[in-house]
């Protein structure tokens, strides 16, 4: 049997008909020490920088940029360190946990406690980042691209800024970590859009696992420079959300030698593609929504034939997870002509998850898709141009009619791993 993830549990599918089953090597990356003294020696050791104690020494300010709720990023056993080491350096310091949610919604109380814990949230003033409220904003100027570059003035107005992360293959800013807590982080909505504009999207480079001529990389990169940020701290995790490995120091030469470790456990070649794809969005948090559930369609969509099916098992426990997106996709006359539109639309006229449904309309202008999900989402779910089914072996069946097909790839998490080109 093969386990796919979904949700907290795992969905299981016979082996008949598998020609192929493309994992990460991220099960490969135990690592024989605790995750707190793996943080510890990333803090003692920092790339390219000072310790962030001495980088807080005669600081009057600190804003700590931490993920928000859709990140598995393991805060309890990274930000203790973070805040032990800037008090070390100047105890009179005055910090502030600012909550990276880029155009997401804002993280709640209760979230804020299972990632931080009960002490911090009760202790530390955390704010949490609205990308539309303009009183949190302040102007830097332009990006590379021609995007102004909005941002959480409590970012801009404090005397050192630091960022806590995580690594993993990003289907369109070929990696996250870094520089992602600055844009789109804690930008205005404006900057987002600006970044995750058509032209962007549709560039060849703008794929998993890449950052050479990646245009969206290379403005987010500049953001992090325009806005100072001064210190990072990214782990890979593994399957379990376990953390296997730690990068500190400077925002580019840390977050490089992150995608460096992580290279080897993700790419993998594409050896053949077939008609049926069966793939995850990793599992919860990551598969909360339709919206994050992209990601792991973008993986499937390069190995699957066009004409063929791609199933995706998602608990979607969130919904949707934007009305734009889904309001796009339901009201289209079809595929191509909203592609059609899309592409027509200049950089400062991006809407509201635009790139998000541009890459989903991509997938489904030359394949078909087969949502595993809760049964609650179905009529949503058909209404996006998509097919719903209440189980695995329901759409599998369901596939191989329609391709009159029985060569099948598994890919068990689809976000674990990217393709070399």
Known sequence: MIAILYGKKQLFMEKNGVIQILESAISQMKSQKNPEAIVKKALENPIGTPALKDLARGKATATVIISDHTRPVPSKQMIPFMLEQLREGNPEIEITLL??????RGTNKKELIDKLGQKIVDEETILVHDCDDQEQMTDLGLLPSGAHLVLNRKAVETDLLVAEGFIEPHFFAGFSGGRKSILPGICSRITVLGNHCAKFIDSPYARSGN?????IHEDMVAAARMAKLDYILNVVIDEEKQIVAAFAGDAEKAHKAGCEYLKPYCETMIQEKTPIVVTSNGGAPLDQN???TVKGLCTADKVTEDGGVIII???????IGGDVFYQALKNCADIPQLLSQIRSTSMDETVPDQWQYQILAKILEKKRVIYVTEKKWESVIREMKMEYAATLPEALDRAQRWTGSERI?????????YFEY
């Open 313 to 319: 098992c998602s608990e979607c426990a969130d919904g």
């Open 290 to 292: 339709v919206y994050q």
């Open 99 to 104: 909550v990276a949610t880029g155009c997401h």
């Open 211 to 215: 950052l050479k001529n990646n245009p």
């Open 409 to 417: 790839t598994v890919i068990p998490n689809g976000i674990s791993i």
